[in-house]
């Protein structure tokens, strides 16, 4: 297992699209943190979501705030009998209350966020105003035509339209982060690719597992 901290230069932004080799990544951060996890729908967010774990590396110890398990939960309650724009206001209210609760909570935390909605990250920037410690965002850099695919196998996808307001709006988030300026609250990046993303899971590490000096988000290539 090979770690690696941010460059000794600093970037803020850790760009890992272009990570060479095949092997398992690990993105880690401290336990407690909160990660906003952006990027196109169908880019796979909620798929890098599932697969986080908290210390100990014991799965399922991470709260996941992803709006698509609210869809879910709505669509097998009134799918069949109402068209998804009937309750697609319940499902975004029920998200944002989910939203709410979780961030009162002390624990690990990575919030699914599109990137088309600023007020969100708006939020995150209040809440780490509050706590006196910044969140963190993972940002995907996938194609528009990876993510329409990845919409087509997971069997649902967003209109035309919306897809093309994500896109705009991903692509601003992704210039600014590029040119180093990050969303107000945010103490770092982490750029990925959908090659890199398929092979990276998402770990909270207590503090004293934490090599002395760590500097977050620490990779761990295996």
Known sequence: MDQTVADPAHSRVRDLRGEPGSGPLTLCWPAGHRVLVSGLPGCGKSTLMARATGPGRVPGSVQTVDSQDVRARWDRRLGERLPYAAYRPLVR???????????????????????????????????????RRPYDLL????????????????????????????????????????????????????????????????????????????????????
């Open 139 to 222: 940002l995907f850099d996938v194609p528009p035509e990876q993510a329409l695919a990845g919409q087509r196998r997971r069997g649902r996808s967003v209109s035309a339209y919306a897809f093309r307001r994500h896109r705009r709006a991903l692509t601003r988030l992704l210039a600014r982060v590029e040119a180093g300026r990050l969303p107000p609250g945010c103490g770092a990046v982490v750029l990925l690719s959908a090659p890199v993303a398929a092979r990276a899971t998402v770990s909270f590490v207590a503090p004293d597992d934490a090599p002395p000096g760590t500097r977050f988000p620490l990779v761990e290539r295996f």
């Open 93 to 131: 209210l029920a998200h944002y209350a989910r939203l709410w609760r979780t961030l009162r909570r002390r624990d690990s935390v990575l919030v699914h966020d599109c990137g088309r909605v600023r007020w969100v990250r708006a939020w995150l920037a209040w809440h780490a105003w509050r706590r």
